[in-house]
């Protein structure tokens, strides 16, 4: 064989990496790569997760934007795996695809009450504020009280965006009906809950000493929470990033900010017990009181607490999507796969497919670690050389009359290129980078010139 064609479904960051090994990798074969992605857009979760106010992480754009630019990768926009192309279609037209659909969905939080109205899931915001084309244009923002569950990244990102002062949003890309959205919020005080204590949370240096230090905001610790056992001491002694973080947290607690109009407090030891509703819609939130176990784990103190507020946010991860015909953990939300190659129900691989990115270890981790996950998908699939698909079809072109047979308008990266400037022109009226589109019927419209 001298060529493999291989079909790569989702351009994110994990796709685009794979992509781009796989051409830099040392091999004895040419390649031709297609890449699918449901959207009219690439870039994934940084475009459609990374908060707006993130400027030098959505700058990794630019670096995934070079490796598409080259022209020695396709790009295939508004296509989505399981309606527009099957994987009947990616036998017939390739020799292997790898699956890096990731991670859209908030992971379930079984309380009682999570389903009140003014309940929501992080992921349902985050789409809407990076402006989503496939999520509601409005948002209900009423609330003057909210609680943010979670203590990772993606919670400090919601509680930033609530808490934040929306004229200090008006540099980054954020449409003007987000924008106006924020604008409307009568929020004052955004309360960040965690189980556990200083010592164990999820969030990085950075985005915590970011979210301590945002304009306007008055951030609050309780000094009750700063409690510490021996498991606590050995992640503070072990790990850096840890230490920095008590270290952050602790100066918060021996020098209380300036008051201010709002505020965004961070409390820890606190498990959600139940939202609690008035006439259907969210009026508080109880917790129990937890303490640590000497191992830098918690139990329940019995003492339970409650906090008015009138929405809550869980930010408790995200979840994978199953696709169609291809096997699925429900319960670790992600492709059943060993080391990215795909699996059975026996557990045996299933040949010329493979998988890479959160799909395949979960939702969990960096921008930069998927590349990681990408060199071990390729490296296997460049070993399972034997075992790839023979298609029938493998032309360039062939797939591209199939998608056009039926219907499917798709967008290459030409086509994105023009969505592209539009946002740059949008933007550069009012002196910023981009202002996102965010209907899907005007991204496809723009894309034809
Ligand atoms: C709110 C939030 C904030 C974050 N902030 C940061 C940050 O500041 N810094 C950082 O380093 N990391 C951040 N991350 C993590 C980072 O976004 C992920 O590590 C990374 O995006 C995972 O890459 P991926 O390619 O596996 O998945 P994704 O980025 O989710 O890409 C998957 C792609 O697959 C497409 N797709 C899905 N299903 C189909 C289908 N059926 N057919 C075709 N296409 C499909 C999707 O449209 C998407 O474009 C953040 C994550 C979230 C959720």
Known sequence: MSKLRLAVIGAGPAGIYASDLIIKAQRDFDVSIDLFDLLPAPYGLVRYGVAPDHPRI???????YEVLD???IRFFGNVQYGTDIKLSDLKKHYNAVIFATGAIKDADLNIPGIDLDGSYGAADFVN???AHPDFPLTWPLNAKQI???????VALDVARMLIKLPDDLLSTDIPEHVYEGLKSSPVTDVHVFGRRGPAQVKFSPLELREALHVNGVQAIVDPADFQFDQGSQDAIDSNNQIRVMVKTLEDLKENPQQAQERRLHLHFFHSPLEVIGEDGKVSAIKFERTKLDGTGNVVGT???VEYPVQAVYRAVGYFGSELDQIPFDSKAGVISNEEGRVLDESGKHIPGVYCTG???RGPVGLIGHTKADAIETISHLIEDRASWWNPEQPDESAIVETLSSRGVEFIDWSQWLRIDAQERKLGEGEGRERIKLFDRNQMLKV???
Request: net charge positive.
């Open 447 to 449: 894309s034809k010139g």
């Open 147 to 153: 609680a943010v569950i979670g203590n990772g990244n």
């Open 302 to 304: 019995g003492e339970v």
């Open 70 to 72: 080259r022209g020695d």
């Open 128 to 130: 809407w504020y990076d």
């Open 358 to 360: 959160w799909i395949k």
């Open 58 to 64: 959505k700058g990794i754009i630019k670096a995934l």
